[in-house]
């Protein structure tokens, strides 16, 4: 059971828009503790894709974007590609466990 | 550019022990919070332990924690985890990865070192 919820698999088609959520508590996101996004393509590392809510590294298409309210958070992609297919993981840190913590992951299908 | 490349993984006995490594390059390591993050096969992301840059402060996950030993050389620019009483639940790709100062994301990834364990 992961301190962060998300949807175990999210589909659409090519073009559409997806959206992906992370819900949290009060120890973590609800606690102000900033929301981060992995991509990880099948058979490699996670990559930063958003840090710090919705802040994207260099070379991350403005196709992904990040929000946080409250306790949760959400990932958004807009344009659906085939080369987004992969898991999504967001990540916080929790003050109750002192510890680093991530979402399930999502897997995103692109139909 | 970052480069983190891990190494040292393999299959150990349930008990047994295993010291992974992590080599640095493209950066100033030093400057460097670095961590281990596991995925156990299928399974998704978990953290393992934290070493500030100049390896004074360090944190573990409770599922690690009297087990295993994050350290690091900046002479050298590498990481290591030393792994002992390894158990089957610890099997999983290990990753090192950067984080800066004053953020709280796992900015650079290795490519990961895959621990098994198993008899």
């Known amino acids: 059971q992961s301190v962060l919820t998300q949807p175990p698999s999210v589909s659409g088609a090519p073009g559409q828009r997806v959206t992906i959520s992370c819900t949290g508590s009060?120890?973590?996101?609800?606690?102000?503790?900033?929301v981060h996004w992995f991509q990880q393509l099948p058979g490699t590392a996670p990559k930063l894709l958003i840090y710090?809510?919705?802040n994207r590294p260099s070379g991350v298409p403005d196709r992904f974007s990040g929000s946080k309210s409250g306790t949760s958070a959400s990932l958004a992609i807009t344009g659906l590609q085939a080369e987004d297919e992969a898991d999504y993981y967001c990540?916080?840190?929790?003050?109750?466990?002192?510890?680093?913590?991530f979402g399930g992951g999502t897997k995103l299908t692109v139909l | 550019e970052v480069q983190l490349v891990e190494s040292g993984g393999g299959l150990v006995q349930p008990g047994g022990s295993l010291r992974l490594s992590c080599a640095a390059s493209?950066?100033?390591?030093?400057?460097?919070?670095m961590n281990w993050v596991r995925q156990a096969p299928g399974k998704g992301l978990e953290w393992v332990s934290y070493?500030?840059?100049?390896?004074?402060?360090?944190y573990y996950a409770d599922s690690v924690k009297g087990r295993f030993t994050i350290s690091r050389d900046n002479a050298k620019n590498s990481l290591n985890l030393q792994m002992n009483s390894l158990r089957a639940e610890d099997t999983a790709v290990y990753y090192c990865?950067?984080?800066?100062?004053?953020?709280?994301?796992?900015?650079?990834w290795g490519q990961g070192t895959l621990v098994t364990v198993s008899s």
């Open positions: 990865a950067t984080k800066v100062a004053g953020t709280s994301h796992f900015h650079h």
């Open positions: 493209g950066f100033t390591f030093s400057s460097y919070e």
């Open positions: 070493i500030s840059g100049s390896g004074t402060t360090i």
């Open positions: 009060s120890s973590n996101i609800g606690a102000g503790y900033d």
């Open positions: 710090g809510n919705s």
């Open positions: 990540q916080s840190y929790d003050s109750r466990l002192s510890a680093w913590v």
